[in-house]
DNA sequence: GGCTTTGTTTGACAAGCATCAAACCATTGA
DNA sequence: TCAATGGTTTGATGCTTGTCAAACAAAGCC
């Protein structure tokens, strides 16, 4: 491979169809500590890298490996592989097509709780 | 006790505070099939008994009590004593009050993916 | 006072899950 | 070709949890 371009895989992480989503299994999916920290690092809509060093958790390489298949299972977000990168994105599309609103609501409850989110200019985290 | 009134407990059953409720708890309280229902059941508001037939339930009436403990231990639900009959309802205030709109959004995509839901005049159940 | 009703509590058990360590796989770079 | 990088998979382990059975507790009824 002497390509200029970073290698795209061809999706090695297969996603559940909007219809095939259980909503128990997204709220499981959300109610764990660290799952919820990646889900509002990734409420901006955009790919965030599978690294440690992007979350501030203390947990091991491998358990937020274990995580994001977790989200990703769930329906909750998807993964793209980029050379040997990885990133995930929240799947907001399918989420609001078969739950509306549901993940702004899940989105603004965990910022909300979270005493390091940063909140926009004007608007105040206590609410 | 030769009173024509039934008998009101005083509260054996403690709530949390607004303020010491947690997200991950109540949405793994929410991540559960049977809690699921019951938290369905409950969205008109009203109190509703603890009793099996009331939920089509297929579990033990046991089983049925350790879910209203969940709920009730994660602040979803509160429960009243009027004689021997107990019954819950949704804590919507408490919950509007920490996360709005999460428990409208949550009984919504419940209902929305339950087939048994009765839907309003009107109103599509597959939306 | 006994018996029934209405649920809860406790105990036990199997399944599920979060976690870490070690091995592994694919990509990149030298 | 060989080593480094980025992240996943595969055990293994201990904790949590959903479930039922048995015992318990409080309230009403005869």
Not at 11 to 34: N, S
Not at 64 to 79: D, N, P, W
Request: glycine residues 6%; aromatic residues 4%; hydrophobic residues 40%.
């Amino acid at each position: 491979m002497s390509n200029e371009e970073p290698k795209v895989g061809h999706d090695p992480f297969p996603l559940p169809d909007v219809d095939d989503l259980e909503l128990v299994r997204v709220l499981r999916a959300a109610g764990d500590p660290a799952r919820l920290v990646i889900i509002e690092r990734l409420s901006d809509g955009d790919y965030h890298p599978c690294n440690l060093t992007d979350y501030r958790l203390d947990i091991h390489k491998t358990t937020l490996s274990h995580h994001f298949k977790v989200l990703r299972e769930s329906g909750l977000t998807r993964t793209r592989v980029t050379g040997r990168e990885h990133a995930v994105q929240l799947r907001r599309d399918a989420l609001d097509a078969r739950w509306p609103g549901l993940l702004d609501t899940l989105v603004a409850a965990a910022v909300r709780d979270d005493p390091d989110a940063q909140a926009a200019p004007g608007v105040s985290a206590a609410g």
